[in-house]
């Protein structure tokens, strides 16, 4: 492990600083948290199984508890900075993983001391919560894993290694090569050493096929989730949203088990049809920067709570739906094979836009062409946080494809500050209001 | 059943029965007045008893004999081979042949084994698909140039009669299969001429076994009869389709294709894949997560889809019903 120097970016706090900051933090926390478990606890036929997922869903509740109780006992906690680490390992080392990303609004302007406000927001916020340690998630894990992916992780973890050890990975930008897969399994190999060596215990072979077949439970429950999204309205996103991003922290295979209740109550709303929505309400599908638990829930609350009423079916976040949708495909369950397999589900089938290739991020649009035929999207909102230049560059390229199929999409860029939320309302409602125009029109002719 | 791999082992089972033991009990070659039946899969003619004949084995034996008559006795193996070859394609590699069953059963023991396999490189593939043309080149010139009257080869003919069977593996193979062991792997002395090619059948049986043991499918790369198959997959009823917009390009069927076909992880335009290497095994379609990505088509109907399902009963990974004690606690 490396230790941790002198400090390089990050500015020291006094005691008294970092105690006013952790419990101005938890404050507003939870008052977020309480606020929008309310708004959603509005959403008509609201299934009962949510209510789990609300109680984890408070970053100072049973959760924390229940991984502060094993670090109590030793146990190792290991955050990770991206969807590229391959929780596995860290299962199969028997520590706990957690994803750190930052939804928070209040911390992005302790950061704005470190970096430009250009910096997007929520590398600031990230930052932030590292300067006072007020996340209690953050503040128990035992090394960062920081995947470089987007410019904005790859240096805001940098800035974290002030004071967490970190372990960098290098992604390949073009993944679908020999030399790339080769690369990255070399990556996925020497992580693997570092988990070990970290934790005290073999991640042996047993150990690797236990957890991919947790991990696939995991997959069948989120895929269930989402087919039961194509059909009638019968869940809301912001729930289902929120079940995807509980996956970051939660014990994984409780997490399934919950999710798979979850999922048969929604087969008997779908039958005996008590539906969240009319079933006219406009089918959105978001894609984009990802929208983080508690504070980023500002734009779906304004779609899904708006009037006219518009209803998230489908998203295509590295915080959502595709948090845990690819699958570990093992053909053979030698080592070797084990480790590919592995080491190809983080990478190969990602969407990120952090990838390119000969033909660009092809396989993300034809992803969302999917999305929108499997789902009856009706209308696209295209989220974008300012300084997210990734998925900000490849707007124009999924409108052009989405002329080609006329489904209307709009372009919301917005900050982590609750301050234009009147101006998203307006102008979300006059885009809603035109999907409700359309389909009435299509109807007709 | 979801598991297309168990579908395939009934079938290669079945077929295996039938090509090497029906004819011990009695069924001897399938006929309809001279005409023999013909598979476009090794039915060996090394089995004393066999109901069919295997295509490569009429076609060099015809070719040796058939200066006279003007080589037209080839022609209804060869609509033989094109008819059975049309509807199901190289799948009568993958679901039939019982060579091929035999190098799957040496997966299996490997796979039971936890011994990891040898991927073959792009140089090496090409190499095998060259290697293909080459057997199937000199299986016709040395069985032209034998019945051809007064030319210089006519005087090695004993020698050099059917001589891609000379060195096919399956000879040994079914030699054993037959019971005669003592004819297992003898070379004769006789000429210089017959120990060259006593050596070579030792040499290809011995290639045949280790290859098999560490590379999938191995045989299947170089076999002749799969230059043939090959071409009629193209328009084989049975298909293999892919619809490009669902896949997302995981690799998983790249990783898990016994013969290593790229088109089948690469293609995203074409609705058919349909590479001459590809034996139509439908592993592939049985591993892929996506679903309705990729497909068993019979003419135009998809006889099998993929789904997230099938995926789960046939990763290797076993998916244990209930909640898995987190490794955690074994520790």
Redesign the interface.
């Known amino acids: 492990m490396n230790k941790i120097k002198d400090a390089k970016y990050l500015p020291s706090l006094s005691a008294e600083e970092k105690d006013e900051q952790q419990k101005a933090f938890k404050v507003s926390v939870q008052n977020s948290v309480a606020e929008n478990i309310e708004k959603m606890k509005k959403v008509p036929n609201r299934p009962k199984a949510m209510e789990y997922f609300d109680q984890i869903a408070d970053f100072f509740g049973q959760r924390e508890k229940e991984i502060r109780d094993v670090k109590a006992q030793g ?1 190792k906690v290991i955050g990770y900075g991206c969807m590229f680490v391959p929780i596995e390992f860290i ?5 706990i993983p957690i994803r750190i990303d930052s939804g928070f609004y209040s911390p992005a302007k302790l950061g704005d001391q470190v970096v430009p406000v250009e910096v997007c927001p929520v590398v600031r916020s990230m930052i932030g919560l590292g300067m006072a340690n007020q996340y209690p998630y953050l503040e128990m894990c035992d090394v960062l894993i920081s995947p470089n992916t987007c410019d904005g992780k790859t240096k805001g973890f940098e800035v974290l290694n002030d004071s967490f050890p970190i372990w960098e990975m290098n992604v390949p930008r073009i993944k ?1 090569s020999d030399h790339a ?1 080769k690369f990255w399994l070399d990556q996925i190999k020497e992580l693997k050493e570092k988990i070990e060596k970290l934790t005290g ?1 073999k991640i042996t ?3 690797m ?6 991990t ?2 995991a ?2 429950a989120s ?1 269930r989730l989402q087919d039961l999204r194509k059909g009638p309205p019968v869940i809301s996103g912001r729930d289902a949203m929120l079940v995807d991003q509980m996956s970051f922290f939660d014990d994984i ?1 409780r997490w399934t ?1 919950k999710t798979n209740l979850l999922c048969d109550e929604l087969e008997k709303k779908a039958k005996e049809k008590l539906y969240v929505a009319a079933e006219t309400t406009p089918r959105i599908l978001m894609t984009g920067s990802p929208i983080i638990w508690p504070d980023c829930w500002k734009v779906p609350n304004l779609i899904e709570d708006g009037k006219p009423q518009g209803l998230i079916v489908a998203d295509e976040f590295c915080s959502g739906m595709r948090v845990i949708y ?12 084990m480790l ?2 592995i080491a ?2 983080y990478v ?2 990602c ?1 990120c836009p952090c990838f390119t290739s000969e033909e660009g991020n ?2 993300r649009m ?2 969302l ?2 999305l929108i035929k499997d789902y009856k999207i009706n209308g696209v909102v295209y989220h974008v946080i300012r300084g997210c230049h990734l998925y900000a560059m490849e707007y124009m390229r999924l409108k052009r494809v989405l002329e080609k199929t006329n489904i209307p999409m709009y372009y919301l860029d917005t900050e982590y500050s609750r301050e234009d939320s009147g101006q998203i309302k307006t102008r979300m409602e006059a885009f809603l209001e035109m999907l409700i125009t359309k389909t009435e029109n299509d109807d007709l002719y | 059943m979801l598991k297309i791999t168990r579908w395939k082992l009934v079938s290669q089972i079945l077929s295996f029965l039938i090509i090497v033991y029906l004819g011990y009990l009695g069924i001897r070659m399938v006929q309809w007045h001279n005409f023999i039946l013909v598979l476009p899969t090794l039915s060996c003619h090394f089995l004393d008893q066999r109901i069919a004949n295997c295509f490569i084995y009429v076609v060099q034996d015809l070719l040796g004999s058939g200066w006279k008559d003007k080589y037209t006795t080839l022609i209804f193996p060869i609509i033989c081979f094109v008819i059975l070859g049309v509807i199901f394609g190289r799948a009568w590699c993958s679901w039939v042949c019982p060579i091929g069953f035999i190098q799957d059963l040496s997966t299996r023991l490997r ?1 039971y084994l ?4 040898y991927s073959l490189s792009e140089d090496l593939k090409k190499a095998s698909v060259y290697s293909k043309w080459f057997f199937v080149i000199y299986l016709i010139i040395i069985s032209v140039g034998i019945g051809i009257p007064h030319f210089f080869l006519k005087a090695y003919q004993y020698d050099l009669i059917l001589p891609f069977c000379q060195i096919c593996p399956g000879k040994q193979i079914y030699t054993m299969l037959g019971g005669r062991f003592s004819q297992v792997l003898r070379v004769d002395t006789i000429t210089t001429l017959t120990a060259v090619m006593g050596y070579l059948a030792v040499a290809s049986f011995i290639f045949y076994v280790v290859t098999t043991a560490f590379i999938r499918r191995m045989w299947c790369r170089l076999c002749p009869m799969a230059i043939f198959l090959g071409y009629l997959n193209k328009i084989s009823f049975l298909s293999l389709r892919k619809e ?9 069927c790249l ?2 294709c016994p013969v290593q076909v790229k088109e089948v992880y690469e293609e ?1 335009e074409k609705e058919r894949i349909d590479p001459s290497t590809c034996i139509l095994c439908y592993r592939c379609v049985e ?1 892929c ?1 996506e679903k309705d990505a990729l497909k068993i088509g019979f003419l135009k109907s998809t006889i099998a889809p993929s789904t ?1 399902t099938r ?2 009963k046939s ?6 019903k209930g ?6 606690e ?2």
């Open positions: 146990g299962i199969a080392a028997g520590a679908d897969k215990k072979g047993k150990g096929r236990d957890a991919i077949e947790i696939l439970k997959t069948g895929r295979q088990e690819d699958a570990v495909g093992v053909d053979e369950t030698t080592n070797n094979d590919s397999a190809e589900r190969m089938p969407t092809k396989d034809d992803k062409e999917t | 796979k936890k011994i990891s396999h490009g917009k669902r896949c997302t390009k995981c690799g998983i990783r898990s995203k591993m997560p997230y995926f789960l990763t290797a990974v076993k998916i244990t909640k898995r004690r987190m490794p955690v074994q520790n």
